[in-house]
C-alpha cells in the first residue's frame, strides 16, 4: 500500500465545503462519508477528510482554531502548468474561496497563487520547471 495523506479539516457547513473542494477537482468518496463527514479524494495518496466542528472535537483534544484568524498551515497543491494553477485559483474563488489573499508569485522556474476554502484554510496550488530550478545551496 502506498504511503498516503488524510488532511482532517474542520468545516462550519458540510455542504457547502463539500461543493468547494469537488469545484476544485476532488471527488468524494462515499464509502467514508457520512452526516458529519466528507472524504474528498485530490489523488491515489492524498485526501482531504472534512469534518463536522462537533465531529473534529472528538479527535481534538485543543479547541478548533479560527482559520480566519490565525494560520495553522499551509497547503501546497502541486499542479502541472502555470494555468492549471490558475484553473484551480479561479475555481476556489468562484465555489466560495477567496483567491490572491496574497500576491501571486512568478520566480521564472515557480509560479505560485493562495486562496482559501470557505473556512479559513491556505492552499498554495504551485506550478514548477525543475530543469530550470537553482541548484540547492552550495553546490
Partial sequence: MPRMIFVNLPVKDLAAATRFYE??????NEQFSDENSASMVWS???TFQLLTHDHFRSFATKPIANAREAVGMLIALSRDSRQ??????QA???AGGKADIRDPQDM?????????DPDGH??????????????APGE
Fill in 23 to 28: 469545484a476544485i477537482g476532488c471527488k468524494k
Fill in 44 to 46: 491515489d495518496t492524498i
Fill in 122 to 135: 491556505v492552499f498554495e496550488p504551485a506550478w514548477m520547471d525543475m530543469q530550470a530550478a537553482p541548484a
Fill in 84 to 89: 492549471e494553477v490558475d484553473t484551480i485559483t
Fill in 92 to 94: 476556489a474563488a468562484a
Fill in 108 to 116: 521564472g522556474f515557480m509560479y505560485v497563487r493562495t486562496f482559501e
